[in-house]
């Protein structure tokens, strides 16, 4: 079982629109939970964070975490090309201090 | 305030040969990490330095290695090159638990 799991998409949505990206990790234990965006050819980005249940919003994002189910989520409002990318969630364990990385959700935000 | 800087961009190598490449951490950051990935995939964790010493290293083999200076910059040594070696590298500073990636270097094994 992987460490991480995301859907590997593609991720097709209209402009405008919610795009909803999932992430799985397996170690119960797992305490820090982030999400970066890559554009083609470039390196990961920030763009959010979360340690604990429930939802934080920055802008037009939405993580949200579920630690019984082992779950989390980024929630794209107002989706724009711009946001066309790859999304790859990280997560960091217990007692840890790498990142560990799911393959990325590949997001296309079409016109 | 600068961010993470990498060098160098691109670099070719033939396999056998040795790499070296740098990076320097974003202002008030104490903590770098090096980061291989390959096409499609996620990042895979290669080691973190902390206060001048290899804290956590990943699965990579010992040809991988590493340092970090006084000034918290650091470098990633690579020996014996193999084509599977080609990769993005990337290097990620931090003070606490968020983690910032610097533009990457390319390496290219032929």
């Known amino acids: 079982q992987k460490e991480v799991e995301q859907n590997s998409g593609p991720l097709s949505v209209p402009e405008g629109a919610i795009a909803s990206l999932n992430c799985t990790y397996s170690?119960?234990?797992?305490?820090?939970f982030f999400w970066y965006r890559q554009y083609s050819g470039k390196s990961p980005e920030l763009i959010m964070f979360?340690?604990?249940?429930g939802d934080k919003e920055d802008g037009r994002f939405t993580a949200q975490l579920n630690k019984a189910s082992q779950y989390v989520s980024l929630l794209i409002r107002d989706s724009q090309p711009s946001d066309s990318a790859t999304y790859l969630c990280a997560v960091v364990r217990s007692n840890d201090y790498k990142l560990s990385f799911g393959a990325g959700t590949t997001v296309t935000v079409r016109a | 305030d600068a961010g993470v800087t990498q060098s160098p961009t691109h670099l070719i190598k033939t396999r056998g040969q040795q790499v070296t490449l740098r990076c320097s951490p974003k202002s008030g950051h104490d903590t770098v990490s090096w980061y291989q990935q390959a096409l499609g995939q996620g990042p895979q964790f290669i080691f973190q330095y902390y206060e001048e010493e290899e804290r956590q290293r990943g699965n990579f083999p010992d040809r991988f290695s590493g340092h970090q200076f006084p000034n918290y910059s650091s470098e990633l040594n690579v020996n014996a090159l193999l084509l599977g070696d080609s990769a993005l590298y990337l290097c990620?500073?931090?003070?606490?638990?968020?983690?910032?990636f610097g533009p990457g270097t390319r390496l290219t094994v032929l």
């Open positions: 979360i340690y604990s249940n």
């Open positions: 990620a500073s931090s003070f606490r638990q968020e983690q910032f």
């Open positions: 170690d119960r234990g797992s305490q820090s």
